[in-house]
Nanobody
Framework: QVQLVESGGGLVQPGGSLRLSCAAS????????MGWYRQAPGKQRELVAT???????NYADSVKGRFTISRDNAKNSVYLQMNSLKPEDTAAYYC???????????????WGQGTQVSVSS
C-alpha cells in the first residue's frame, strides 16, 4: 500500500503565506514526478505545480512568482510554499505522485486526501 498525507492548509488573509507538505509512505520502490493540484467549488481540478525527481519544475501561470514547489527525495516528500495569497487561491489542494510501488509492474499515480486552503479577510 502507498499513502500520501498532506498537511499545512488553513485560513489566511490576502497577502499571507502558507506552506503545504506531503509525505509518501508505504511499499515504495521509486518516485518519479510529484506535484500539487487544486480544486475550487464548482470547478475542475487544475494543476498548480509539478517537480521531477531531478528538480525540474513547472507552474500554472496563475501562481508563477508566488508559489514555490520543492521536494526532499530522502523523505519522499514534496512541499508547496505559497506567498502573496489571493482569494482566488482558495481551494482544496491535493498532492500527487507518480510512484513505483513494490510488486507493481510500473509507475502509477497516487493522490492525497486533500487539504483546504482558504484566503479571506
Amino acid at each position: 500500500q502507498v499513502q500520501l498525507v498532506e498537511s499545512g492548509g488553513g485560513l489566511v488573509q490576502p497577502g499571507g503565506s502558507l506552506r503545504l507538505s506531503c509525505a509518501a509512505s508505504g511499499r515504495i520502490f521509486s518516485i518519479n514526478a510529484m506535484g500539487w493540484y487544486r480544486q475550487a467549488p464548482g470547478k475542475q481540478r487544475e494543476l498548480v505545480a509539478t517537480i521531477t525527481r531531478l528538480g525540474s519544475t513547472n507552474y500554472a501561470d496563475s501562481v508563477k512568482g508566488r508559489f514555490t514547489i520543492s521536494r526532499d527525495n530522502a523523505k519522499n516528500s514534496v512541499y508547496l510554499q505559497m506567498n502573496s495569497l489571493k482569494p482566488e487561491d482558495t481551494a482544496a489542494y491535493y498532492c500527487n505522485a507518480n510512484i513505483w510501488r513494490l510488486g507493481a509492474p510500473d509507475y502509477g499515480d497516487y493522490w492525497g486526501q486533500g487539504t483546504q486552503v482558504s484566503v479571506s479577510s
